[in-house]
């Protein structure tokens, strides 16, 4: 009998190990400028959105806060929220397509909502439907050219992407995709505050939160199609959003009359 309850004691332990092991991310090559960018079709194509933001590269500036986080810490931070953020998406997308699967696969232009316009309507119900499939419709347009000092040019039917800002830069995580934040560093609606920063992983938590009760009320069957869902959506994440931005535009007003 002891033999019997030792094994009823350990045995979930080793269960729990094993899901926990099961559940590890996979790796994906960033070896190469090219494996990078393979790989980051190769992420949306696994289900594993929320791996995006690993192949993004935002330089922080050497300065630590008021509270000792550094600049680093803050931007890791806002990548993980993203993460989640994406995460959560994508599982709202797999419930869309499993509910409303004629809609989805039928024309995009026809899925539409009337929050904020026509125009938007269309971009969003696209989004929700398949909110990756730009990376896949632009595969064969994008080239990622190695430089062999550390860079790689990323072009577009053979012109630089955005003229050149965004290209790709080798790091010790492997070949990222370096996001041109040296310009906008110097505007006034960069985060210059530990608790800036904090506002901004506080946006995207309120959009994961946002698409979190979307998903419950596609599980509670309230929407008569991907349009209606769509509606609905776009209330969410669109007041979610406003009011985000509403405090972070306080925080930086209130900052600016203290200098």
Do not use: C, H
């Given at each position: 009998m002891t033999i019997i309850r030792s094994i009823q004691a350990i045995l979930p332990v080793l269960v729990s190990l094993s899901l926990l092991s099961g559940c590890a991310d996979p790796d994906y090559d960033t070896s190469t400028p090219q494996a990078a960018m393979d790989s980051m079709q190769a992420m949306v194509e696994d289900g594993r959105p929320d791996l995006l933001p690993t192949l993004l590269y935002l330089e922080p500036r050497d300065i630590r806060f008021d509270d000792g986080v550094t600049e680093e810490s803050a931007i890791e931070e806002v990548r993980g929220k993203l993460s989640d953020m994406l995460a959560q998406l994508w599982r709202v997308t797999?419930?869309?397509?499993?509910?409303?699967?004629?809609?989805?696969?039928?024309?995009?232009?026809?899925?539409?909502?009337?929050?904020?316009?026509?125009?938007?309507?269309?971009?969003?119900?696209?989004?929700?439907?398949?909110?990756?499939?730009?990376?896949?419709?632009?595969?064969?347009?994008?080239?990622?050219?190695?430089?062999?000092?550390?860079?790689a040019a990323v072009l577009v039917d053979d012109e630089p992407l955005f003229g050149g800002l965004v290209s790709m830069i080798e790091t010790g995580d492997g070949w990222q995709i370096a996001i041109p934040v040296q310009y906008a560093q110097t505007s006034e609606y960069w985060p210059q505050t530990r608790y800036e920063w904090s506002v901004i992983a506080?946006?995207?938590?309120?959009?994961?939160?946002?698409?979190?009760?979307?998903?419950?009320?596609i599980d509670r069957g309230g929407f008569r199609n991907l349009a209606h869902a769509s509606e609905r959506a776009g209330r969410l994440l669109g007041e979610s959003v406003v009011v985000q931005s509403v405090i972070y535009a306080m925080m930086k007003r209130d900052d600016d009359s203290e200098e």
């Open positions: 797999l419930k869309l397509r499993d509910e409303f699967p004629d809609d989805v696969d039928g024309e995009f232009e026809e899925v539409r909502i009337r929050f904020g316009g026509d125009g938007f309507g269309d971009w969003f119900g696209r989004i929700l439907a398949d909110p990756f499939g730009v990376l896949r419709e632009q595969k064969e347009r994008v080239v990622v050219e190695d430089m062999y000092d550390g860079t506080s946006m995207l938590l309120a959009v994961e939160n946002s698409l979190t009760d979307f998903e419950r009320e």
